[in-house]
């Protein structure tokens, strides 16, 4: 793989897209609660109303996030001191992004049934056996990670990084993952990159195409030749919210997939809910030093839908 990463023009910081990471509660929130301070922050951009009134937050949440991420960051950098104040005194008064991440996060809670990383243990089951066996754990990043307690860090199966934009817990390090350096050699690569409701944060669609295409040069090289039903290395395991495959005027599950085919991936699994799409791929080739283009395109029409969409760029 190459080991050298060019960009033509300076992209949005991650940050602007993903709010931060408060630190652990101190209590624990209702179920009532945590879903009225998330419908309360986004009363500004009411979610469409051809969804079940119970699941319109959670949704349309990450594309909420992001408008109002925007809004803040346009405001700033026309330096409109008047607006930026005006936005910031919205999230004051509806709590902070805090309070809006500690909601998050009781609602990703276990009990609750929102740990993603349950459905990549349950992908894993065939060779659970032998991974509790090898001499050194599977490596896992774990990008965006929120806690140190889901599934996979308790499964014993895994030495786990954990990293997230504005960690204040221990056990997660603070950093953007575009920023990481590159691994100078394959023990500093990993075996399974985690992306659990990651992309869909990030402020623009380059962007996201840049960061799937930044996962290749994690990934260890599978051993030759490949055994695809048994060999589980090389994984990157992908959870993006339903509306950005399933709703968007730009993009699609087809679009989804010809653009991790062009990274060198193939789709292992897949599993599709009301709120989420997980999906499992492993990385098969290296990437062409000649990528393909994919560019903004429409793909479906219609009134109620989002505009989300990954741009790959031609190098």
Known sequence: ?????????????????????????????????????????????????????????????????????KELQKAKTRDDKERVSAIENQID??????????????GQAVDRGGDTSIVLLNWLK???????????KFKLLEVGALSTKNACSKSGLFDVTRIDLNSQGPGIEQQDF??????????EQFDIISLSLVVNFVPDATTRGEMLKYT???????PSPPAILTDYRALLFLVLPAPCTLHSRYFNEE????????????????KETRKLVYSLWQ???????????????????????????IVLDRD
């Open 216 to 222: 290749t040069h994690f990934l260890r090289s599978r």
């Open 255 to 270: 679009r989804l997939a010809l653009i991790m085919a062009e990274l060198g991936y193939a789709m292992v699994n897949r």
């Open 1 to 69: 793989m190459g080991t050298t990463i060019r960009n033509s023009k300076k992209k949005p910081a991650l940050r602007t897209g993903r709010p931060p990471t408060a630190a652990k509660p101190k209590r624990s929130i209702s179920s009532k609660a945590t879903q009225k301070t998330i419908v309360t922050f986004h009363k500004y951009a009411p979610p469409p109303k051809t969804q079940k009134p119970a699941l319109r937050p959670l949704l349309i949440l990450p594309f909420l996030i992001r408008s109002l991420s």
């Open 283 to 309: 990385l098969c080739d290296k990437p062409p030093s000649k990528m393909q283009n994919f560019p903004k395109v429409k793909v479906r029409d219609g009134a109620k839908l989002n505009n989300f969409h």
């Open 178 to 187: 575009m920023e990481r350096p590159l691994p100078p050699s394959s023990e």
């Open 126 to 136: 065939p060779v659970q056996q032998d991974l509790a066996q090898l001499d050194s």
């Open 93 to 106: 008064q509806l709590g902070g992004i805090k309070a809006y991440q500690e909601a998050s996060i009781q």
